[in-house]
């Protein structure tokens, strides 16, 4: 009875393994440990992978929470900043207007000075010219004056000339001799061919040693 139960059935008989099964068996085993590391450091990263897509939402779907839940723009306070940007705004334009006014008066103002200035200039040199010709004017007038009394101061010495040598000749009529003036002839050689002082000759015709005489003219001999 004791040996029926120590008997084992045959499928209950332990297996020995050859060498090349043991071989085998151990070469299994790495690499099921090794794909086992493998598919443990994916499942790693995917784990990782996922955590940080979580985390990413949460932050936007915070982020998003927050803007939501700021308060909006108070309309009162929009609309004053508004009414302060046109007012800026036509402040500047108005400005900007005035500068321009400024601007046209003064280009007007020195246009208007320079057209001042040319006109002066213009007035000066027409005075200049004006008081240039008065004073050509006046040269020329007082060169005629001058003329005039000289040829009248001639005319005056010619007919006391002809006036003395009228009287000269009534005075010597019939007593002296006289000799007309040729064509070359001076009182000094008249005196001289005549045997006469040139004073003498100038004295009793009433002449002097600056008195014009002419071809034709009669001379008293005395």
Do not use: C
């Amino acid at each position: 009875m004791s040996k029926k139960k120590n008997r084992k059935q045959p499928w209950e008989q332990p297996i020995y393994q050859t060498e090349y099964e043991s071989n085998a068996s151990r070469s299994e085993q790495r690499g099921k440990k090794k794909g086992n590391t493998v598919f443990i450091t994916l499942l790693v990263i995917l784990l990782l992978a996922i955590a940080i897509i979580i985390g990413y939402i949460f932050s936007t779907s915070t982020t998003r929470d927050l803007g939501a839940n700021e308060p909006a723009d108070d309309p009162i306070v929009v609309q004053t900043s508004l009414d302060d940007e046109k007012e800026k705004e036509k402040q500047k334009i108005a400005e900007a207007k005035k500068k321009a006014e400024a601007e046209k008066k003064k280009a007007a103002e020195a246009e208007k000075a320079e057209q001042e200035k040319a006109a002066e200039q213009e007035a000066a040199k027409k005075q200049q010219e004006e008081a240039a010709r008065q004073q050509e004017e006046a040269r020329q007038a007082e060169e005629a004056r001058k003329q005039q009394e000289e040829a009248a101061r001639q005319e005056e010495q010619r007919q006391q000339a002809e006036a003395q040598h009228a009287d000269n000749q009534a005075n010597h009529q019939g007593a002296g001799e006289t000799y007309t003036i040729q064509q070359g002839d001076t009182l000094y050689r008249i005196a001289v061919n005549h045997g006469i002082s040139l004073d003498a000759l100038l004295e009793a015709n009433g002449l002097s040693a600056d008195s014009a005489y002419s071809v034709g003219q009669t001379l008293v001999l005395p």
